[in-house]
């Protein structure tokens, strides 16, 4: 690339939830009134392969975001980890369904591209809460990208990009042409902390807005719900080291010895 | 008419299920296997009550590729117009039906436990691994489907019928060759995570990568691997590759052995199909220790050397 690499990474934000999830009385959203927000943990991962990836080939790591004002929180802290740019696509409601979500993330990415379009789009595999694996195929098949989803492993070289992707019984590799894009997973690079210096660059940072109104899919959310929680303590077998006999009672039950 | 994606030779249990809910005719589809292959797969499909298997074939539908296979199926459901097509929620069924919805620009719902039939199906999908659980409404013309992990079999077994196969040639751009796979490297032998009786896992009560000795030893003497938390990958400790979780692997072995592990949805999410699970915890309180099935307050450095010398007590070694 003689300019650089043109890197857009798409990321949701997603409530910081800990042992239980909290619900609306309504059941129709994540009760965050005392939970904090983060970006889910595969999109951290694409962050800091782009931040990576524009420092070993120079261009540019633009994070782009869609949802209410308040994502700005999340486009900041990855300007803090080290994006360039930041793009807010304000959809006015904190959850659109896929199609929905696709379509702003389309006519966003689409304008930025008018101005230059990027080489490489990354995504996470899902979200961390709504986890429904279609946005990023949806909208790199709208921009006619090619993407393959599962990433762990990403190279970018003459002209391509090379893709290492787990599944259940091995490894798969996929060349694809630039431009192109990829749902990338946890596990593929371990994200920075974000230093101080990186903190104070991206409060000051402007974040630009795209103002998108989509025309809702077909999959609708009723409510969500609690799944049943059979929790009715386990079999206490003792304190320290004195629990050891009835441990290893326990494992000779189970058959596991 | 329902349509049914195979996951290799054979439909996921998961999505029989679903179609069974959802009743009436089943067919399946099956990509680029040649004449021999599809007729062995029809036979097997005519037990399980699908009364035609399509066969996708072209050059490009070779070796999988998620382009093609995917405007594949859509050209398919276009011909066809089934009232729905049911995938596994694997990494490859998803992937397919993703790209079938961004092609077809249908909607698409992804890990459904149960869906109910009608003009709108009403359907129950897993959020964030099993953290939570949707209802939803699914409006379509084609329904796209995928069922989760913990979908139920068919409870009623089929009826027996003929299972005829009908090859469908797709007409596919020579552009799509551009996202198939060019290399595959199986995974080496030996248990792995997914696939271990036991599991011997760590969280922040471990306290460095040197404390995982003791826990391999222990998962040596029971047949077992090695596991963490997201903590212990976050801090070093551990590679990425060990992590029980979300974001991580989802494991159900016979016993999970949980050392210090509080707990957080996340990882509870990929450990909570084990049939018995064994926490070990200095808090009482601890979420994992309340949903565990046995626990042990302790410091997991008194404890679990404790359990290894009880086991050699008794004659357990490694390989015996």
């Avoid at chain 2, 220790?289 to 010398?309: K, L």
Wanted: glycine share 14%; net charge negative; hydrophobic share 45%.
């Amino acid at each position: 690339m003689p300019d650089g690499l043109e890197v857009l990474v798409c990321v949701k934000r997603v409530p910081a939830s800990g042992a239980r999830v909290p619900l609306t009385p309504d059941g129709l959203h994540v009760d965050t009134r005392h939970l904090g927000f983060t970006i889910g943990p595969h999109e951290e991962c694409a962050v800091e392969e782009a931040v990576r990836l524009v420092g070993e080939h120079g261009g540019r790591a633009t994070v782009l975001a869609a949802g209410p004002p308040e994502v700005a929180e999340q486009l900041r802290y990855a300007l803090a980890m080290g994006a360039d740019r930041a793009v807010l696509v304000d959809t006015g409601s904190d959850e659109l369904d896929p199609q929905a979500t696709a379509a702003a993330i389309g006519q966003a990415v689409a304008e930025l591209a008018a101005e230059k379009p990027p080489d490489l789009v990354l995504f996470g595999d899902s979200s961390a809460d709504a986890g429904h694996f279609q946005v990023g195929v949806r909208v790199a098949c709208g921009l006619g990208l090619p993407i393959v989803g599962g990433i762990k492993g990403v190279e970018v070289g003459d002209g391509v990009v090379r893709l290492r992707r787990e599944v259940a019984d091995g490894d798969e590799r996929y060349v694809l042409p630039l431009p192109a894009a990829a749902g990338v997973r946890e596990g593929l690079n371990l994200p920075r902390y974000p230093n101080l210096p990186g903190r104070l660059r991206a409060k000051k940072a402007a974040v630009h807005t795209i103002v998108a109104r989509p025309e809702p899919g077909g999959l609708r959310t009723v409510r969500l719900r609690q799944p049943a929680d059979e929790a009715t303590g386990p079999v206490w077998l003792g304190r320290g080291a004195a629990a050891a006999p009835a441990v290893v009672d326990v494992l000779d039950e189970l058959g596991v010895v | 008419m329902l349509l049914i994606v195979l996951d290799g030779t054979e439909p996921a249990p998961g999505v029989l299920g679903l179609a069974q809910a959802l009743g009436g005719p089943v067919h399946a589809v099956a990509f680029g296997r040649d004449d021999d292959a599809a007729a062995e797969i029809a036979a097997g499909l005519a037990k399980q009550g699908v009364g035609v298997l399509h066969t996708l074939r072209h050059p490009l539908l070779g070796d999988y590729g998620p382009e093609a296979y995917g405007e594949a199926l859509a050209q398919l459901v276009g011909r066809l117009r089934p009232e729905g097509v049911l995938a596994a929620g694997t990494d490859h069924g998803t992937e397919i039906l993703a790209h079938t919805a961004a092609r077809t620009g249908l909607p698409l719902a992804t890990n459904c436990l149960s869906v109910t039939g009608g003009p709108r199906w009403q359907l129950t999908r897993v959020r964030g691994g099993g953290m939570l659980l949707e209802d939803a409404e699914l409006d379509a013309p084609v329904k796209l489907v995928t069922a989760a992990q913990g979908a139920e079999a068919p409870s009623e077994t089929a009826v027996r019928q003929e299972c005829t196969v009908e090859e469908f040639l797709p007409d596919l751009p020579q552009e799509l060759a551009r996202s198939a796979i060019v290399e595959r490297t199986p995974r080496g032998g030996g248990l792995t995570l997914a696939t271990a009786p036991v599991v011997v896992s760590g969280g922040r009560g471990v306290g460095s990568a040197e404390g995982y000795a003791v826990l391999e030893e222990l998962a040596g003497l029971l047949g077992g691997v090695v596991g963490c938390s997201r903590v212990a990958t976050n801090n070093g400790w551990r590679p990425h590759s060990d992590q029980v979780g979300l974001t991580g692997t989802k494991i159900s072995p016979r016993l999970y052995v949980a050392c210090g592990i509080s707990g957080a949805t996340q990882h509870w999410v990929g450990c909570m199909d084990s049939r018995a699970i064994l926490a070990i915890n200095t808090d009482p309180d601890a979420p994992l220790v309340q949903r565990a099935t046995y626990a042990v307050v302790g410091d997991v450095h008194e404890v679990v050397p404790a359990i290894v010398a009880e086991l050699h007590a008794r004659g357990v070694h490694p390989d015996g």
